[in-house]
């Protein structure tokens, strides 16, 4: 089985003005993530906007991302859903669409409706069983307000082995991303950090191996996971507190539009149109977020100019 490890970045979903999909945008930000050298990419993830989403244009956009990708890279499918029908359903037409990996948060349905660990289990379980022969990850972040223990995670690794990786985005990521990989061991194939890549330096002490950030600057974020993993921990912590500006302020004041919108900016797509009720960044946002992002330069800022 293949191992994957490194920068898997969540593609954001392209937005015409009119709110309906941009079907070319979408893939213009499929290749130009291909060009920041990503190690992979997740598709309708919270970060791409799952939840604005009907299932038919869910259905569509799973078949275009990964018809044209064809390969390049592997590719995640979200399928997380409340309904373990339809969470087996996604799940389904993702492997056979050529998804590389599944997946999921446990389920919940607004602020007081949520499963059990055993019914997450359950949901889990039915869901690797569908994913046919592709493994699944496990999004354990705190949308979902379904705590998920260690042991229990563990457990779930030990035995559904095609559960083998773990999205850990919770406060104490790392002590948690620690506890797992050591109660885990050879059953935790890729423990990965999310939230934009805010908490790396602390994970990858602690034993990540793979990061999932956002669209806006995977092509640097991916010099630190590269040193880190080469041994050179000093020059991963020096490019890190370098970027970690933009990851700051990305994640605390812009949310999943900051990488549509220097993707806008870019060139790469006419649009960072969000639906409603999700708004438009306020100007001043706007300002600060690229005068942070023109002194790194990433790609996406760059690419369609």
């Known amino acids: 089985m293949t191992r994957y490890a490194g920068v898997f970045p969540v593609a954001p979903t392209v937005f015409a003005e009119s709110g309906d999909l941009d079907l070319p945008g979408q893939q213009r930000v499929l290749d130009c993530m291909i060009d920041q050298g990503v190690d992979g990419i997740c598709i309708l993830a919270n970060y791409s906007e799952q939840f604005s989403l009907d299932d038919r244009e869910r259905a569509q956009l799973t078949d275009l991302c990964l018809?044209?990708?064809?390969?390049?890279?592997?590719?995640?499918v979200t399928v997380s859903h409340f309904s373990t029908r339809i969470a087996v359903s996604r799940a389904r037409h993702a492997a056979r669409a050529g998804a590389s990996m599944l997946m999921l948060m446990p389920p919940f349905f607004g602020a007081t409706l949520r499963?059990?660990?055993?019914?997450a289990r359950e949901q889990f379980a039915e869901v690797a069983e569908a994913a046919g022969g592709i493994p699944v990850m496990v999004q354990d972040a705190p949308l979902s307000g379904v705590a998920l223990s260690v042991p229990f995670l563990a457990s779930l690794a030990r035995e559904i082995p095609k559960i083998s990786y773990f999205k850990i985005e919770v406060p104490g990521s790392a002590a948690k991303l620690r506890a797992l990989t050591e109660l885990g061991a050879e059953a935790i194939l890729g423990p990965f950090d999310g939230e934009e890549s805010i908490t790396l330096m602390a994970d990858l002490d602690a034993g990540a191996t793979g990061t999932m950030s956002s669209a806006l600057l995977p092509d640097q974020i991916a010099h630190v996971v590269r040193h880190f993993r080469a041994g050179r921990r000093g020059e991963a912590a020096r490019h890190y507190q370098r970027i970690l500006p933009l990851i700051n302020f990305e994640n605390r004041q812009c949310g999943l539009i900051a990488a549509k919108t220097i993707m806008m900016e870019g060139g790469v797509i006419r649009s960072d149109a969000v639906r409603h009720p999700l708004q438009p960044l306020h100007p001043a946002t706007r300002q600060g977020l690229l005068e942070l992002a023109r002194e790194l330069n990433p790609l996406a800022l760059t690419w369609g100019r």
């Open 67 to 76: 018809t044209h990708i064809a390969g390049r890279v592997p590719v995640i």
């Open 115 to 119: 499963a059990t660990e055993q019914y």
